[in-house]
């Protein structure tokens, strides 16, 4: 059945088991994705997915169950087994619903247009040609993709609540493989965003370079150095650590921020705001996953954290209000905490000066293994780098297979200038972003030969 | 799960633009966790996954459209989407599927989803108290028993029919302890294509929990690993994770079928130390990473990939295979109907070797010992690899010294193999969950204690 036939079923299920307080949140998606290789069109995937989870509130605990079958046989499994599963948790806390009825911020984005499938498949190939003709060395494997993806978000509860959502994306893919006798390297890039505001070739020619520029690249010195961390590294840095700015991580102390509102944490250099709104992204909300409305607030003013993200139960156990940022995975997933796009601010040297600045280091623009080489709660990092030598103020010769190694929270209290271009980088769970301009960071270590 | 004459219809419509080969998954799974943090269970979650994903190939051309609508106006719908996509033509083949029985070699005692919660529940604070009171030093833990029922049937235009039964469970415990204002966290996650049993007869939880909380006590009192090239001596177990990430990742047809691995046309030639031969082997019965039949309908087979040192085999599946002009090796996996099959590992090793335990540590005059492996990642076209030191130490003239955290090792692949110098006796595997393309998937690692005569340390 289609999810509102699907809605009334459970409500009508919900009501005969006498439950007074509970949600139902779905989600869908439609995506389409072709991929070429070698001049032709080598895959073609389309997907349709979508599920719906139910969660109600008994004897004070919220219970939960999902899924993708919206059968008139699940509307009412689901909600047996939310109920069932609220009766065995031991938790103590008080659980919330959203009330209806609130006003929210409209997006600043228009839609992004959907491609047809033709112009899918011809901006592919084109992308083939183009890759080819940007240099000798690029060779087969060389992939480019075009993608387009369609969401529909809809939440709605006993207490009146009933909101939908969608957001529309396109985007264009290019990695470049290239070979130079038996080494080869590849690089990534990707665009989201309208295909009539794309500039194909300069995507594409910008994989091409990156992965060419890299080739011959020595081994860095072992050694002590400043580092600047291109923006979209940084912004994937950030990524990786941005559970501590969770409240509820904090409150179970599963973050280095616990406690730590209204203290400095950075250098005064640095602000992070966290943006639902932010322009560049094409996945604005207006309403989080509890259905609160959202909005742009900084976390980080001049160095000092001006506050945690919260949800709805996590607010009222420490007696404040939610942000807006409760989230979830996936719709089958528990609610939890996120940032929308977490963006450190812009600094004031163009990416020459932040070079000068920096005199003799290291600059990074690739990090790999953010799973494995970091610790989400220390801080600690030490990650499998790539970028170049920074000579006299220069960016000079290609450097890999180096670590760098440090703590995240010196990082952010070490960071001494900052680059006037902010870039947008990580993509993390749900619809999580990270923004960052390239930032330099006073002594951290590298590992090489 | 869908009847044979519905298939047949559907991979008829898929197949109706003149594809050669058309494939029909059906999947419906039961996901299901109990989660505990402050000592309290705070979740029990619980989903069904249920979809079709369809496949059509022709040539080197290929076309998938999944659906969550298994209604069979929804499955006709999903096959017709195919067919479009792969363009005009008329049908060239006929569908004829015929049941296959494969036979489970992985019996399952007690199905977690017919087991009472409140079993699950005390099998998980087992563990978890087990972690909260080791060390007074262990500030907090989080707990969580999964178990996963996932049931797929393949159908193909090759005529097979056929379904599976995947049962999974994993408790996993995670240990957070303080010392002196830092804080390191410690892991144990087993888990096996087994039910209930595996925490009633097998393993005990409370061992699992006190391995977490030991790891993370250790860990919080350990310095800084020294930053430099050393040999580096990695145990058993998990370990094998260098091999996963170093070596298999670029032997998969994913990356070899498209030139884009540094193993690309190496069949036959030594591209490891004689010291080492590497199996993939789907057919382990009950392991973590263990099938049946793989998600093409190709039953699993024992791969050894290479052979003192000669590469012998890559891990193929159908689509990649065309390119390759191979024959697909029971590697075709997929997290979900929603995923796009291709070629993935199952239950990966480096094979037990002649040197002993004692006389591998013993002939490091300065390097460290990785007890513990965390995870990794790898580029298979540059080979350039990194992984995590999950609890390391300190080799001085031979003797396992002092702790150290926040170790990684990087390198290239290709280099890595080479410097496998010395291969212990004691084969053991960890499980994984590996991520690619296709989706997250259980797989294991393994490997006896190795030595590497020099890798890249990261530390500070």
């Given at each position: 059945?289609?999810?509102?036939?699907?809605?009334?079923?459970?409500?009508?299920?919900?009501?005969?088991?006498?439950?007074?307080?509970?949600?139902?949140?779905?989600?869908?998606?439609?995506s389409?994705?072709?991929?070429?290789?070698m001049?032709?069109?080598?895959?073609?995937?389309?997907?349709?997915?979508?599920?719906?989870?139910?969660?109600c509130?008994?004897?004070?605990?919220?219970?939960?169950?999902?899924?993708?079958?919206?059968?008139?046989?699940?509307?009412?499994?689901?909600?047996?087994?939310?109920?069932?599963?609220?009766?065995?948790?031991?938790?103590?806390?008080?659980e919330?619903?959203?009330?209806?009825?609130?006003?929210?911020?409209?997006?600043?984005?228009?839609?992004?247009?959907?491609?047809?499938?033709?112009?899918?498949?011809?901006?592919?190939?084109?992308?083939?040609?183009l890759?080819?003709?940007?240099?000798?060395?690029?060779?087969?494997?060389?992939?480019?993709?075009?993608?387009?993806?369609?969401?529909?978000?809809?939440?709605?509860?006993?207490?009146?609540?009933?909101?939908?959502?969608?957001?529309?994306?396109?985007?264009?893919?290019?990695?470049?493989?290239?070979?130079?006798?038996?080494?080869?390297?590849?690089?990534?890039?990707?665009?989201?965003?309208?295909?009539?505001?794309?500039?194909?070739?300069?995507?594409?020619?910008k994989?091409?370079?990156?992965?060419?520029?890299?080739?011959?690249?020595?081994v860095?010195?072992?050694?002590?150095?400043?580092?600047?961390?291109?923006?979209?590294?940084?912004?994937?840095?950030?990524?990786t650590?941005?559970?501590?700015?969770?409240?509820e991580?904090?409150?179970?102390?599963?973050?280095?921020?616990?406690?730590?509102?209204?203290?400095?944490?950075?250098?005064?250099?640095?602000?992070?705001?966290?943006?639902?709104?932010?322009?560049?992204?094409?996945?604005?909300?207006p309403?989080?996953?509890?259905?609160?409305?959202?909005?742009?607030?900084?976390?980080?003013?001049?160095?000092?954290?001006?506050?945690?993200?919260?949800?709805?139960?996590?607010?009222?156990?420490?007696g404040?209000?939610?942000?807006?940022?409760?989230?979830?995975?996936?719709y089958?997933?528990?609610?939890?905490?996120?940032?929308?796009t977490?963006a450190?601010?812009?600094?004031?040297?163009?990416?020459?000066?932040?070079?000068?600045?920096?005199?003799?280091?290291?600059?990074?623009?690739?990090?790999?293994?953010?799973?494995?080489?970091?610790?989400?709660?220390?801080?600690?990092?030490?990650?499998?780098?790539?970028?170049?030598?920074?000579?006299?103020?220069?960016?000079?010769?290609?450097?890999?297979?180096?670590?760098?190694?440090?703590?995240?929270?010196?990082?952010?209290?070490?960071?001494?200038?900052?680059s006037?271009?902010?870039?947008?980088?990580?993509?993390?769970?749900?619809?999580?972003?990270?923004?960052?301009?390239?930032?330099?960071?006073?002594?951290?270590?590298?590992?090489?030969? | 799960m869908?009847?044979?004459?519905?298939?047949?219809?559907?991979?008829?419509?898929?197949?109706?633009?003149?594809?050669?080969?058309?494939?029909?998954?059906?999947?419906?799974?039961?996901?299901?966790?109990?989660n505990?943090?402050?000592?309290?269970?705070?979740?029990?979650?619980?989903?069904?996954?249920?979809?079709?994903?369809?496949?059509?190939?022709?040539g080197?051309?290929?076309?998938?459209?999944?659906t969550?609508?298994?209604?069979?106006?929804?499955?006709?719908?999903?096959?017709?989407?195919?067919?479009?996509?792969?363009?005009?033509?008329?049908?060239?083949?006929?569908?004829?599927?015929?049941?296959?029985?494969?036979?489970?070699?992985?019996?399952?005692?007690?199905?977690?989803?017919?087991?009472?919660?409140?079993?699950?529940?005390?099998?998980?604070?087992?563990?978890?108290?087990?972690?909260r009171?080791?060390?007074?030093?262990?500030?907090?833990?989080?707990?969580?028993?999964?178990?996963i029922?996932h049931?797929?049937?393949?159908?193909n235009?090759?005529?097979?029919?056929?379904?599976?039964r995947?049962?999974?469970?994993r408790l996993?415990?995670?240990?957070?302890?303080?010392?002196?204002?830092?804080?390191?966290?410690?892991?144990?996650?087993?888990?096996?294509?087994?039910?209930?049993?595996?925490?009633?007869e097998?393993i005990?939880?409370?061992?699992?929990?006190?391995?977490?909380?030991?790891?993370?006590?250790?860990?919080?009192?350990?310095?800084?690993?020294?930053?430099?090239?050393?040999?580096?001596?990695?145990?058993?177990?998990?370990?094998?994770?260098?091999?996963?990430?170093?070596?298999?990742?670029?032997?998969?047809?994913?990356?070899?079928?498209?030139?884009?691995?540094?193993?690309?046309?190496?069949?036959?030639?030594?591209?490891?130390?004689?010291?080492?031969?590497?199996?993939?082997?789907?057919?382990?019965?009950?392991?973590?990473?263990?099938?049946?039949?793989?998600?093409?309908?190709?039953?699993?087979?024992?791969?050894?990939?290479?052979?003192?040192?000669?590469?012998?085999?890559?891990?193929?599946?159908?689509?990649?295979?065309?390119?390759?002009?191979?024959?697909p090796?029971?590697?075709?996996?997929?997290?979900?109907?929603?995923?796009?099959?291709?070629?993935?590992?199952?239950?990966?090793?480096?094979?037990?070797?002649?040197?002993?335990?004692?006389?591998?540590?013993?002939?490091?005059?300065?390097?460290?010992?990785?007890?513990?492996?965390?995870?990794?990642?790898?580029n298979?076209?540059?080979?350039?690899?990194?992984?995590?030191?999950?609890?390391?130490?300190?080799?001085?003239?031979?003797?396992?010294?002092?702790?150290?955290?926040?170790?990684?090792?990087?390198?290239?692949?290709?280099?890595?193999?080479?410097?496998?110098?010395?291969?212990?006796?004691?084969?053991?595997?960890?499980?994984?969950?590996?991520?690619?393309?296709?989706?997250?998937?259980?797989?294991?690692?393994?490997?006896?204690?190795?030595?590497?005569?020099?890798?890249?340390?990261?530390?500070?």
């Open positions: 059945m289609r999810f509102e036939e699907f809605k009334e079923a459970v409500t009508a299920a919900a009501k005969q088991r006498g439950l007074t307080d509970y949600e139902l949140y779905y989600s869908s998606s439609e389409t994705e072709v991929e070429a290789f001049h032709e069109i080598n895959s073609f995937s389309s997907s349709v997915e979508g599920g719906a989870c139910f969660r509130i008994v004897d004070g605990k919220m219970g939960y169950a999902s899924t993708e079958d919206l059968s008139a046989e699940e509307a009412e499994g689901i909600v047996l087994r939310a109920a069932e599963n609220a009766a065995v948790l031991e938790t103590a806390e008080q919330f619903l959203s009330e209806g009825g609130k006003t929210y911020q409209k997006v600043n984005t228009e839609p992004c247009p959907l491609p047809e499938t033709e112009e899918l498949v011809s901006r592919a190939l084109k992308g083939q040609d890759l080819y003709a940007a240099d000798e060395l690029v060779t087969d494997g060389s992939a480019t993709s075009t993608v387009t993806m369609k969401e529909n978000l809809a939440i709605c509860n006993s207490r009146g609540l009933d909101l939908s959502h969608s957001v529309t994306g396109a985007g264009y893919i290019a990695v470049a493989v290239v070979k130079k006798g038996e080494e080869m390297n590849d690089s990534f890039e990707l665009k989201v965003g309208p295909f009539d505001k794309l500039d194909q070739e300069a995507l594409v020619n994989a091409v370079h990156d992965a060419i520029s890299k080739l011959g690249a020595e860095a010195p072992t050694g002590n150095y400043p580092v600047i961390f291109e923006g979209k590294t940084m912004a994937s840095l950030l990524m650590f941005s559970g501590s700015f969770s409240a991580n904090a409150r179970k102390g599963l973050s280095r921020l616990q406690g730590k509102e209204g203290e400095k944490i950075a250098s005064e250099n640095v602000t992070i705001l966290d943006d639902p709104f932010y322009p560049d992204n094409l996945l604005q909300m309403f989080d996953a509890e259905g609160t409305p959202t909005y742009t607030k900084a976390v980080v003013d001049k160095g000092e954290l001006k506050t945690l993200l919260y949800n709805l139960k996590t607010a009222a156990a420490l404040k209000e939610s942000t807006g940022n409760a989230s979830k995975r996936s089958d997933a528990p609610v939890e905490i996120r940032p929308f977490l450190i601010q812009a600094g004031d040297l163009t990416e020459e000066e932040l070079l000068a600045k920096a005199g003799n280091g290291v600059y990074i623009d690739s990090l790999q293994g953010m799973h494995a080489g970091a610790n989400p709660i220390s801080g600690d990092f030490s990650l499998q780098s790539a970028g170049y030598l920074i000579e006299d103020g220069k960016k000079t010769r290609a450097v890999k297979a180096f670590t760098v190694a440090g703590n995240f929270f010196d990082v952010l209290k070490n960071i001494t200038a900052l006037d271009e902010v870039k947008l980088g990580g993509f993390g769970a749900s619809i999580t972003s990270f923004a960052s301009p390239a930032v330099l960071v006073e002594g951290l270590s590298i590992a090489g030969k | 869908l009847s044979r004459s519905l298939c047949e219809r559907v991979l008829g419509v898929a197949a109706s633009t003149g594809a050669d080969y058309a494939e029909l998954f059906a999947e419906k799974t039961f996901d299901r966790s109990v505990m943090i402050d000592s309290k269970v705070h979740a029990v979650n619980d989903a069904v996954i249920a979809g079709v994903g369809i496949r059509v190939f022709k080197l051309r290929s076309v998938a459209a999944s969550v609508d298994t209604s069979e106006e929804g499955l006709l719908s999903c096959a017709k989407r195919a067919a479009d996509a792969l363009g005009e033509g008329k049908a060239e083949i006929e569908i004829v599927l015929r049941e296959r029985r494969f036979g489970d070699i992985h019996p399952i005692k007690i199905v977690p989803g017919s087991a009472p919660v409140g079993e699950k529940i005390a099998l998980l604070k087992a563990g978890y108290f087990a972690a009171d080791y060390d007074p030093c262990i500030r907090q833990v989080t707990g969580t028993l999964l178990d029922d049931n797929i049937l393949v159908a235009s090759e005529g097979v029919f056929a379904e599976d995947q049962i999974r469970t996993n415990i995670t240990a957070v302890a303080e010392k002196d204002g830092e804080t390191q966290s410690g892991g144990c996650r087993p888990g096996a294509r087994k039910g209930l049993e595996l925490f009633t097998e005990d939880p409370a061992d699992v929990g006190r391995e977490a909380a030991r790891q993370a006590v250790v860990m919080a009192g350990a310095g800084y690993c020294p930053a430099g090239v050393m040999p580096v001596v990695i145990d058993n177990g998990f370990g094998g994770v260098i091999f996963h990430e170093a070596c298999g990742h670029s032997l998969e047809a994913s990356s070899v079928a498209y030139g884009t691995s540094q193993f690309c046309g190496k069949l036959g030639q030594q591209i490891a130390n004689e010291k080492v031969t590497a199996i993939d082997d789907g057919t382990i019965p009950n392991a973590w990473g263990s099938i049946n039949i793989d998600d093409e309908g190709t039953p699993s087979h024992r791969n050894v990939l290479i052979e003192k040192g000669i590469l012998k085999s890559y891990m193929v599946d159908k689509f990649g295979g065309r390119r390759m002009g191979m024959a090796t029971g590697n075709a996996r997929r997290q979900s109907y929603s995923y796009v099959t291709t070629s993935r590992m199952t239950n990966t090793f480096i094979d037990a070797g002649e040197d002993e335990n004692e006389d591998i540590i013993a002939s490091v005059e300065y390097g460290l010992y990785a007890k513990e492996m965390g995870g990794g990642s790898v298979p076209a540059t080979g350039g690899f990194n992984f995590a030191v999950n609890e390391g130490y300190i080799i001085r003239n031979g003797k396992i010294c002092e702790p150290v955290r926040g170790a990684s090792l990087v390198g290239t692949g290709s280099e890595i193999l080479m410097k496998i110098d010395m291969v212990g006796k004691k084969l053991e595997c960890g499980q994984g969950m590996c991520g690619s393309s296709s989706g997250s998937i259980p797989t294991n690692v393994g490997q006896p204690m190795i030595r590497v005569s020099s890798i890249t340390v990261g530390g500070r």
